[in-house]
């Protein structure tokens, strides 16, 4: 959820700060209705950092007939949106070896390229075998090679595996090509909920409601999500916090009280929710216990705190008020006790997310030139603008910290974390979407 009320005016009050938070709730239901017709396709905007290290990857050889998806292109395109490799042309392999034994280390060593993947997909009883060989030019060695069994449903998967065990072997890094985004479209009032790939392919609808979904969250071991839309309860309709199994779809009710349920946010241990209550009259944050649903109030202002975010460790939580005069970031203890404003550039610094280190905060950010992507170094108090555009809105960090992504008008993008790097993942047909959140790491 972005917050996007009017601060100009230092309002005081239980009633006042209700209506600014039904303006607040409002804008975000309207700028979630734009029209929005399809699912996600990837279009890479930016280019590799510094050129990226050169790699090659031979087309797989297949003993079969085609296959639905492509794991060579897969790998590539993975492996370039990194930001952290150039991929060698196909056109311009000196040659496409399927065995190590096979390769011409003299010949590659003239391309100037210094790792070679190749590999071989074969069919079997029960589906397919996929193996495939990272090379090392220089040493003529093997650096790693491994063999997997998939079927038609998991090619991607796998495809994504090969993908970030390369990238490991080669920086060092934990890779992010086998996690997910959600995200949330709409159409003629019509609301979905989508799981996809890191790259934007193979969405899974999750929910389709008339009702607007906000403010998804991922658990932390991946398996479920909190999120915030409507419910009737005993005639009425409500905000209210729900739960659901990604593996099963089977959706729990958490928080509907009267008033504001939202801004869900997951302990790192998985075991309680923060989220925003009004339900004593005023935007408050509470702590929700997810095995008998006690709930612990953590602020007393007659202002609007909301969007929580715990700390990586569980010792601490930051969140958006506008105590200060204008929406700014503060955090505090478990207990609601020591509060302390974090940001201090521009007027207007809301919806923090943690890179998964605890050391620095995506937010979202505006110095009077639009509301752009921001990263907070917490060690420095600096601030660095990332993005350009102006309508920018739900930055997450991938769980290896390397990539925010952001939604934008009508498209995702992909950022490295010094706005260097951009990937777009935009929808077919014009299409727009928000509130993506990226998933932790998956077994």
């Not at 006790?337 to 974090?342: A, Q, V």
């Not at 600096?382 to 920018?392: F, S």
Request: net charge positive; aromatic share 8%; charged share 20%.
């Amino acid at each position: 959820m972005i917050f996007l009320v009017n601060h100009r005016l230092r309002l005081s009050g239980n009633k006042k700060n209700m209506n600014k938070m039904r303006t607040f709730i409002l804008l975000n239901l309207l700028l979630l209705s734009s029209p929005i017709y399809a699912i996600l396709t990837i279009n890479i905007t930016g280019g590799s950092e510094q050129g990226g290290q050169p790699i090659a990857i031979i087309p797989f050889s297949q003993t079969t007939s085609p296959l639905p998806e492509n794991i060579t292109d897969i790998i590539s395109n993975n492996l370039y949106r990194s930001g952290r490799f150039t991929i060698m042309p196909v056109n311009l392999l000196p040659e496409t070896p399927i065995y190590a034994n096979q390769v011409n280390f003299s010949s590659w060593k003239r391309s100037g390229v210094p790792h070679l993947v190749i590999g071989r997909i074969g069919k079997n009883f029960d589906g397919y075998t996929i193996e495939f060989e990272l090379i090392d030019i220089a040493s003529r060695n093997k650096i790693i090679g491994f063999r997997y069994k998939a079927n038609l449903q998991t090619l991607r998967q796998v495809a994504h595996q090969i993908s970030d065990k390369i990238y490991a072997a080669l920086t060092g890094e934990q890779s992010i090509f086998n996690t997910k985004i959600v995200y949330v479209t709409s159409q003629n009032k019509q609301y979905k909920l989508y799981i996809a790939d890191a790259d934007g392919e193979n969405p899974q609808l999750m929910l389709k409601s008339t009702e607007p979904i906000l403010s998804p969250s991922w658990s932390p071991d991946g398996k479920h999500l909190a999120y915030v839309t409507y419910s009737k309860i005993k005639k009425y309709k409500r905000m209210a916090v729900y739960i659901q199994d990604i593996r099963t779809g089977r959706r729990t009710r958490i928080s509907a009280h009267k008033g504001i349920n939202a801004a869900p946010a997951w302990s790192p241990d998985g075991r309680n929710l923060a989220l925003t209550l009004s339900k004593d009259g005023n935007s408050e944050i509470y702590l929700i216990s997810l095995a008998d649903n006690s709930l612990t109030r953590l602020t007393y202002n007659k202002v609007i705190d909301t969007e929580p975010e715990w700390s990586p460790k569980g010792d601490y939580l930051v969140f958006t008020s506008d105590r200060s005069g204008t929406p700014q970031i503060y955090r505090m203890s478990l207990t609601g006790k020591n509060t302390r404003r974090l940001t201090f550039n521009g007027n207007y610094n809301v919806r923090p997310r943690f890179s998964p280190d605890g050391k620095k905060l995506a937010l979202l950010h505006n110095n009077g030139k639009g509301y752009k992507i921001a990263v907070l170094e917490l060690a420095t108090g600096k601030l660095n603008v990332l993005t350009t555009t102006n309508l920018d809105e739900s930055p997450s960090f991938a769980p290896n910290g390397k990539m925010i992504i952001y939604a934008t008008t009508s498209k995702l993008i992909a950022t490295s974390i010094d706005g260097q790097v951009k990937q777009s993942i935009a929808i077919n047909m014009g299409d727009s979407i928000r509130e993506p959140a990226w998933s932790p790491f998956l077994e």
